[in-house]
């Protein structure tokens, strides 16, 4: 069963849209990179139960992956894609937004080199397309890693930064976002491409892959499955967990209402720590908690940050409201799970 025949899943998305005003982009087509991924998969579920795109251009590696998780749709088409090879596409969307790029912790560590050059040469050579071509807008979706740690407990808002220890190869990551954003504002500001940029909290929903090892994903599929949830830390660090589809909403507010060179970020009114998130997801499968201690290589993969929390002031400026609280979108996401089978 795929997860757009879930009955609750569509019932979310149409909710969603429903209150969304998604008019300017009406008629127009979008390539959208890491379309499998869990963030710009739903994005394409919004898409398409808006109605009103014109072509939805999938940028994956995977084909058979690809028709495994949409199936035969008149408005997608799948194109070959890998950020870290040379782009080779012959149409010219109106709407470019880039998604693709090594987004698991443990890989961070255990491949830097790829982490890095993928998300340098991913954006770079989109960059240079939107250039020659003159697209309306690329959106590069970066991340809330890109802040750092900071000792304050206030949220972060766009423009004030903590630090990041780029003696730590798990780095890797949020340097190479804050690469990319410059990158994105330095063809802005020297030729002239409309470039938005968001950064995305902690996200989650039933878009995640069952190979996803974010936490937030791993415990949905363990919690849907009946396993008791295991924590590996105190679970008192501060999140921005927001509901995929709530998460797409925002991007696209971004995308078509976004000021050019500009940062948002993304992610829910309310905070939660993962803790909270855990018990949540419990509560919804009927599992229990334990505390486990981590390995020295889990450690090593862990977020070193214990507050990424979010302001949204910015991005709710474009016109955008939450549709789902946290508590209904950690909910949902176990019971579309379930109904889908999705093990």
Request: hydrophobic share 35%; aromatic share 10%; with cysteine.
């Amino acid at each position: 069963m795929r997860l757009l025949d879930s009955k609750l899943y569509k019932a979310d998305l149409e909710k969603a849209v429903k209150k969304a005003d998604l008019e300017k982009l009406d008629g127009k087509s979008i390539f959208i990179t890491g379309g499998l991924g869990l963030i710009c998969s739903a994005v394409i579920d919004v898409l398409l139960t808006y109605g009103n795109v014109k072509k939805i251009y999938v940028g994956a590696r995977d084909e058979t992956q690809f028709f495994e998780r949409f199936g035969e749709i008149d408005k997608l088409s799948f194109v070959k894609y890998d950020a870290l090879e040379k782009l080779q596409i012959d149409f010219i969307p109106d709407y470019i937004i880039h998604g693709a790029g090594l987004a698991s912790p443990e890989l961070y560590t255990s491949m830097p080199v790829e982490t890095i050059l993928s998300n340098l040469n991913g954006i770079h050579f989109l960059l240079e397309f939107a250039k020659k071509n003159n697209i309306k807008k690329i959106l590069y979706i970066s991340s809330s890693e890109v802040y750092g740690n900071k000792e304050t407990i206030e949220s972060f808002v766009e423009g004030k930064y903590g630090i990041i220890n780029i003696d730590n190869i798990r780095s890797s990551y949020s340097i190479a976002k804050r690469a990319s954003e410059m990158l994105c504002k330095s063809y802005s500001q020297e030729y002239g491409v409309n470039t938005t940029i968001v950064r995305p909290g902690h996200i989650f929903g039933p878009s995640a892959r069952k190979t996803d090892k974010r936490i937030s994903s791993d415990f949905a599929f363990k919690a849907a499955k009946g396993i008791k949830l295991e924590m590996k830390s105190s679970g008192l660090q501060k999140r921005s967990y927001c509901y995929s589809i709530d998460c797409s909403i925002q991007i696209l507010y971004a995308l078509i209402n976004g000021v050019n060179g500009d940062v948002y970020n993304i992610g829910h009114d309310k905070i939660t720590t993962v803790r909270e998130m855990a018990e949540i997801y419990a509560k919804a499968g009927g599992v229990k908690i334990s505390s486990v201690s981590p390995t020295e290589s889990e450690l090593n993969d862990f977020n070193p940050m214990n507050n990424s929390s979010l302001d949204n002031t910015k991005i709710k400026k474009l016109g955008y409201s939450d549709t789902f609280t946290v508590e209904e979108g950690l909910t949902h996401t176990v019971k579309i799970i379930k109904e889908i089978n999705c093990f």
